[in-house]
């Protein structure tokens, strides 16, 4: 059992680095938006997996403040910035 | 074989569908070639790993309490992550350049997307 929570944090962190080189490389700032908001996604899936290995609910109060956050983040930047988005030079 | 064995098996196989799924929207987002695509790739297969994760942690857990608060989780990401999907595309139709040669057919302003050059 033990590799397949070793697999599954693996494919969480490829994961998380790929959408991490989306907020870098986004040529603009609504690319950034949702990547971030799939970013923290992947963190409520990693709190989850740990909460999963070691059987405790002490760590699922997190999970839905993070959604929640991460949801206003991505459509504050949608109404409020994206009007203005301009394409990286 | 307990009950606890088979619903930690069962709750393993949850775990990994869910975190391949959630590797495939990654790979999505960082490989699809437009904006809009990759609202595609944050929203749907990013949601149902997520939900496939959070069944899996259900299945681990021993307490109704924790069940619930699963539940929570759950509701709040399916309500929330269509919302987002939904602005983000809408701001980047109505003001940001998009790549009109990707799409077939553009519903939002009544018309055929332009041909391809």
Redesign the interface.
Known sequence: MIVVYVICGALISVAALCSLMRIALGPTTLNRAIALDMFIALAIAGLGLYSAINRTAAALPILVVLALIGFAGSVSIARFVGQDDKEDV | MTAREIL?IL??AC??S???L??A???G??RFPD?LT??HA?AKP??L??ML??T??GL????I??TT??F??AA??LV??P???H??SR??VE???IREDLLISDQLHDREAPPPP
């Not at chain 2, 681990?60 to 307490?63: H, K, L, V």
């Open positions: 930690d709750s393993a775990l990994l869910g975190c391949a959630a590797f929207a990654a790979v987002i960082l904006l990759r609202v944050a990013q949601t790993g997520l994760i959070l899996g942690i681990r857990m021993e307490s309490g924790a608060m699963l929570v989780i709040v990401q929330t992550a919302i987002a999907a602005m983000v701001t980047a003001f940001n350049p």
